[in-house]
T-cell receptor
Framework: LAKTTQPISMDSYEGQEVNITCSHN???????ITWYQQFPSQGPRFIIQ???TKVTNEVASLFIPADRKSSTLSLPRVSLSDTAVYYC????????????FGGGTRLMVKP | KAGVTQTPRYLIKTRGQQVTLSCSPI?????VSWYQQTPGQGLQFLFE???????NKGNFPGRFSGRQFSNSRSEMNVSTLELGDSALYLC???????????FGPGTRLTVL
């Protein structure tokens, strides 16, 4: 099971681009990288998932280098409502739907 | 399409009691997973059910159990409650597997 490491917390200001990097050195060949967002007292929400290079959706972009040992979640022009905890996960293909959450990155967006 | 629903949203119990939490997945989703979230331990996987069978189990004592019905609705039960069982219990459903899970709002359990 690939262990992930990400910063405990980050601060940003409204309108800035935020990049959160996650390390997953022992990622397996078939593993995908998945990011979730969680607001206080709510369940996590799927943001984006990728396997290699770059993935973009209406919420974020995910950059994955060729060696896939890390990934960067990019949030363009954050607002106060983006204040949340962001989790990087590498779900184990052989573990069904078991998600192993680490500590996540607590993002604080300031006005 | 309606999201994942969990009932009740809040619950207060005393030590030694038992509790049953309910989760209704998104229509068409056959996989239901349960998680416990506490400030100290974070989000931890409890178990997953798929087509009424437990497919995965986390590292929790036997006091924690669950089941899934033929309509994919799931329940989890905690017997002989301890103070440390106070947590937010989250349910998540999925259709295609691990790719994307949809979480419910959770049940906040307080054990006194």
């Amino acid at each position: 099971l690939a262990k992930t490491t990400q910063p405990i917390s980050m601060d940003s200001y409204e309108g800035q681009e935020v990049n959160i990097t996650c390390s997953h050195n022992n990622i397996a060949t078939n593993d995908y990288i998945t990011w979730y967002q969680q607001f206080p007292s709510q369940g996590p929400r799927f943001i984006i998932q990728g396997y290699k290079t770059k993935v973009t959706n209406e919420v974020a972009s995910l950059f994955i280098p060729a060696d896939r040992k890390s990934s960067t979640l990019s949030l363009p022009r954050v607002s106060l409502s983006d204040t949340a905890v962001y989790y990087c996960l590498v779900p184990n293909n052989n573990a069904g739907n078991m998600l192993t959450f680490g500590g996540g990155t607590r993002l604080m967006v300031k006005p | 399409k309606a999201g994942v629903t969990q009932t009740p949203r809040y619950l207060i119990k005393t030590r030694g009691q038992q509790v049953t939490l309910s989760c209704s997945p998104i229509s068409g989703h056959r996989s239901v997973s349960w998680y416990q979230q506490t400030p100290g331990q974070g989000l931890q996987f409890l178990f997953e059910y798929f087509s009424e069978t437990q497919r995965n189990k986390g590292n929790f004592p036997g006091r924690f159990s669950g089941r899934q019905f033929s309509n994919s609705r799931s329940e989890m039960n905690v017997s002989t409650l301890e103070l440390g069982d106070s947590a937010l219990y989250l349910c998540a459903s999925s259709f295609r597997g691990y790719n994307e899970q949809f979480f419910g709002p959770g049940t906040r359990l307080t054990v006194l």
